[in-house]
């Protein structure tokens, strides 16, 4: 290979490394082999065991008093119920917001309506002031 007119050199990554014959590398891998046979052997052993204790443990039935655990998931629950109920609410300050604003609301209203009464009480009273200056005897 060529780079730039360079000749480089590819590295053997075997290069000064021992061969190794044949009959070596198959009795490594042989030994190899029957250390995961045994290793296999051991995880059958180990799985059945298991398997028996298992099928033991499901034939007797060993009964279990889960009132205390009830209880406690029972609360568990409560507690978190009660939880989400609080972060489901609104905050006081935004009740109080919106109570302010409704009362400005109605406050507004209300102004708007007395203004409105006391105008129109007005125009009367004065009409009804003007009729009793024309009838009023005059002296």
């Not at 009795?27 to 296999?40: A, G, M, T």
């Not at 209300?110 to 005059?138: C, N, S, V």
């Amino acid at each position: 290979m060529e780079d730039n007119n360079k000749k480089v050199k590819r590295r053997n990554k075997f290069a000064g490394k021992e061969d190794i014959s044949r009959e070596t590398v198959d009795n490594i891998l042989s030994d190899q082999i029957d250390q995961l046979r045994e290793i296999s052997r051991t995880n059958d052993e180990t799985a059945s065991q298991v398997k028996e204790s298992v099928h033991i443990l499901y034939e007797k039935r060993i009964p279990i008093d889960t009132a205390k655990f009830e209880q406690l998931s029972g609360s568990f629950i409560n507690e978190m119920e009660n939880k989400l109920r609080k972060v489901k609410q609104p905050s006081k300050g935004l009740k109080w917001y919106i109570a302010m604003w409704l009362i400005t609301l109605v406050s507004a209203f209300l102004a708007g309506y007395f203004i409105h009464e006391y105008r129109d009480w007005k125009g009367k009273a004065g009409y009804w002031h003007q009729m009793y200056e024309e009838i009023k005897p005059k002296n």
